[in-house]
């Protein structure tokens, strides 16, 4: 990643590929006490004439200055400056497409649990990064295994921020339903409900009904929030409710969430067939939608796009 040409905005400037670097001593390197987000760009008009949108950019910015609050950051920028720096990083770039890694972290001015004075640094990169999972997991849909790692309680990490530190929790998850042969992992929260995948929001579809758990252990997604006003918007009902595993293993359909994974079903979970073992009618119809939406192709939402 490290080695490549193109700009990436660093502490208010636009600074060369290669040269936006830190020092091993970078506090937050070693407490992981930062804050990021994860934003996509689509081409809304067509290759030779592109026209490029940043979907929820002022949604993922507040978020991201809210996860600086609560873990007690201040990020020397404004949100203005900081959709600004989306801006930037495309045109510089020269991207029709882009995924967006802004990150808020703590410079190597002092180390220490106890360190003072630490600066605020601030960066957003952009690169273009296809489908997550790729594009056979979009149509097909993934195998998910329950993880043996719990989300994260309320009360011990800030679940409603988007904290670089939460993440270990997530690769350990991640790491483990790879390693055992399944795409991507469930994980339940401290009481056991269902709460979230390593990087995404869950839904189930029963009986023509969407549920969703209520946004306690998992992150308040904003990819989340797109779903549920989509199906509204299709005439689906949604229920925010507590789930349980076995809920999602007799769901007609089920499919994760997230500006990574965007809308990626889910065909299997702990061996068990979730409805006909495919992606399924509901789920196709709001990612048809939803891919519509990010495109530009629904007027109804145009207000979610920042044109570049
Ligand atoms: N949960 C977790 C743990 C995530 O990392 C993400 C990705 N940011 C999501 C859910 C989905 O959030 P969003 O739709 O805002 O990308």
């Not at 809304?44 to 026209?51: H, V």
Request: net charge negative.
């Amino acid at each position: 990643m490290a080695d490549r040409d193109g700009f990436i905005w660093f502490d208010g400037k636009l600074v060369p590929w290669r040269d936006a670097q830190v020092h091993v001593l970078t506090h937050t390197l070693h407490y992981g006490m930062g804050v990021f987000e994860g934003v996509r760009a689509y081409n809304t008009g067509t290759d030779e004439a592109p026209k490029t949108a940043i979907f929820k950019l002022k949604e993922h910015t507040r978020r991201l200055f809210e996860s600086a609050h609560i873990m007690g950051m201040k990020i020397p920028f404004t949100q203005d400056e900081i959709n600004a720096a989306h801006i930037s990083v495309v045109r510089e770039n020269k991207l029709k497409s882009a995924y967006f890694r802004p990150l808020a972290f703590y410079g190597s001015e002092a180390m220490g649990l106890r360190a003072t004075g630490l600066t605020v640094r601030v960066s957003v990169a952009a690169w273009e990064w296809p489908a997550y999972m790729g594009q056979e997991a979009l149509e097909r849909g993934i195998v998910v295994r329950t993880s043996s790692f719990t989300r994260h309680h309320v009360n011990i990490t800030m679940t409603r921020a988007k904290a670089t530190g939460s993440y270990s929790n997530s690769m350990l998850a991640l790491q483990e339903a790879l390693s055992a042969g399944a795409d991507e992992a469930l994980l339940l929260d401290p009481e056991g409900y269902v709460a979230e995948g390593s990087g995404e929001n869950i839904f189930i579809v029963r009986d023509g009904v969407l549920y969703t758990p209520e946004v306690t252990s998992c992150l308040n997604g904003i990819t989340r929030a797109t779903l549920i006003t989509l199906a509204h918007d299709l005439g689906f009902e949604v229920i925010e409710k507590r789930l349980t595993r076995d809920e999602v293993y007799i769901a007609d359909e089920a499919f994760f969430t997230g500006t990574a994974a965007e809308v990626t079903p889910i065909r299997e979970v702990d061996g068990r067939q979730i409805g006909a073992g495919t992606r399924g009618p509901i789920t196709a119809q709001l990612q048809q939608l939803y891919f519509d939406t990010v495109a530009g192709k629904n007027p109804k939402h145009q207000d979610w796009l920042t044109y570049v």
